[in-house]
């Protein structure tokens, strides 16, 4: 969906604080076989408990927030009430650099990116399912 596609930066953007910046991990079609929703466990390697971290789901107009959190180390979960275009955004405070004044900020997270690896690892008998993500080598 080139809309949802186009629409996702400044989603992820408005997620964040005046100190904080967004990235986007992934982005993906969901897709449960014989299921219109569900929760779903996503394995997302460098993500940590603790972290700020918003599963977007796209509802056919806009990026919206589902219920989720990280239950621990590189495994976010998330519940939706339909699924398809998915994103999984991380939240973190920008470092700053330079002295007192004239200081500039930067992103503190990992530049390598992550890349989806399994768009959907699903468990057809149920409504929980599995994604695994991992960082693309450069």
């Given at each position: 969906?080139?809309?949802?596609?186009?629409?996702?930066?400044?989603?992820?953007?408005?997620?964040?604080?005046?100190?904080?910046?967004?990235?986007?991990?992934?982005?993906?079609?969901?897709?449960?076989p014989?299921?219109?929703?569900?929760?779903?466990?996503?394995?997302?390697?460098?993500?940590?408990?603790?972290?700020?971290?918003?599963?977007?789901?796209?509802?056919?107009?806009k990026?919206?927030?589902?219920?989720?959190?990280?239950?621990?180390?590189g495994?976010?979960?998330?519940?939706?009430?339909?699924?398809?275009?998915?994103?999984?955004?991380?939240?973190?405070?920008?470092?700053?650099?330079?002295?007192?004044?004239?200081?500039?900020?930067e992103?503190?997270?990992?530049?390598?990116?992550?890349?989806?690896?399994?768009?959907?690892?699903?468990?057809?008998?149920?409504?929980?399912?599995?994604?695994?993500?991992?960082?693309?080598?450069?």
């Amino acid at each position: 969906n080139t809309t949802a596609k186009n629409a996702l930066s400044s989603a992820a953007a408005s997620f964040a604080g005046n100190s904080e910046t967004a990235k986007v991990l992934a982005s993906f079609d969901l897709e449960i076989p014989g299921q219109d929703g569900g929760t779903v466990i996503f394995e997302i390697l460098g993500v940590v408990k603790g972290e700020k971290v918003k599963v977007l789901h796209w509802n056919g107009s806009k990026w919206e927030a589902v219920p989720s959190e990280i239950v621990a180390d590189g495994q976010i979960k998330a519940t939706f009430d339909s699924l398809s275009p998915v994103a999984i955004v991380k939240v973190t405070e920008k470092a700053t650099t330079g002295g007192t004044t004239g200081g500039t900020t930067e992103d503190e997270e990992d530049k390598t990116g992550v890349g989806v690896s399994a768009a959907a690892l699903a468990a057809a008998a149920g409504l929980a399912g599995v994604v695994v993500c991992k960082k693309k080598s450069n």
